[in-house]
DNA sequence: GTTGACCTTAGACTCAACTCTAAGGTTTAT
DNA sequence: ATAAACCTTAGAGTTGAGTCTAAGGTCAAC
């Protein structure tokens, strides 16, 4: 049994990132002292480290519920669930990637024009192609 | 002379944004009618075409503030100025493309250990990669 | 028997870039 | 002269994932 300090400890979360995340339903303490101090037991502490790496690969903390019913009911849950959870997740994150990219790729071709001088701007090309406006990649705007 | 609707209609931000802007220090509208309506002169839509511009190729609003300085004022800033801003920003996005990429090689190697099929998820091989938690990239985490 | 370290709660604050609302004033077309 | 379409402001709400504060209760050690 574990206080939340120790929990914090173990798990590298915060005591207020604990609580913050049993307000939003993710993990609980199964027991409590008297005067309502949280204790964990190891069920708990598990619970606690599956959440920690499902976050530390990337889930939203919506996708770690969903994660921890299938947990918590393996018998009715199926892979094709968690897959499906997953898969959506890589969707986004190649998503992201894609509109990072073409930010990459923007501002590089803005470095690569540019002399980075000490001359003053009156002609500097990044500027330039700025005011022009032509190369509009429109990174990271939703076009949907 | 325009009205905010109209260089909304020009510029394709919305005229909510355009006060925001203003708000902001980013654009203002040169001319008032006399109950306060803005008017727009050719140098503040081309003002806020740069800013669109500028806002498309990836700089946060501090980012086209800094921009927007240069902008006004040419002869007292120099090319590298402007570098160091792109540069920054360049650095800025390649280091989340990286977090991006650990995540969603994380991800894949997920995904390639599950059948994904419609059996239930006792025996899912990403449920207990979450379990084990062995895996752990700690992507989008910062470590500095 | 008190100091200091720990715990509790509810709720406000942070970041960025909007987005929206309320409540009202103006302009234009009929 | 009145309705529709536009404009104004101040300020609140959104998103996600925390982070922090205030005000107080508890526990272990000395």
């Known amino acids: ?4 300090s120790e929990l914090s400890a173990r798990t590298g979360l915060s005591a207020h990132t604990l609580r913050f995340y049993e307000k939003n339903g993710l993990i ?3 027991n409590h ?3 309502g101090y949280r204790f964990y037991t190891d069920a708990d502490v598990r619970r606690a480290e599956f959440v920690k790496t499902a976050r530390n690969s990337g889930f939203s903390l919506e996708d770690i519920g969903q994660l921890l019913s ?3 009911d393996k018998l009715s849950h199926s892979c094709q669930q968690v897959t499906d959870i ?3 997740k890589l969707d986004e994150v190649n998503g992201k990637i894609a ?3 073409s930010l ?3 501002l590089t071709i803005l470095l690569e024009s540019c002399c980075g001088g000490p001359e003053n ?3 500097c090309s990044i500027m330039e192609a700025l005011e022009e406006g032509e190369f509009r990649n429109n990174a990271g705007r939703e076009t949907s």
């Open 70 to 72: 299938v947990r918590v």
């Open 1 to 4: 049994m574990l206080k939340i």
């Open 28 to 30: 609980t303490a199964s």
């Open 99 to 101: 509109e990072l990219q």
């Open 104 to 106: 990459q790729q923007t």
């Open 33 to 35: 002292s008297e005067a």
């Open 86 to 88: 997953t898969q959506h």
């Open 121 to 123: 701007a009156t002609h």
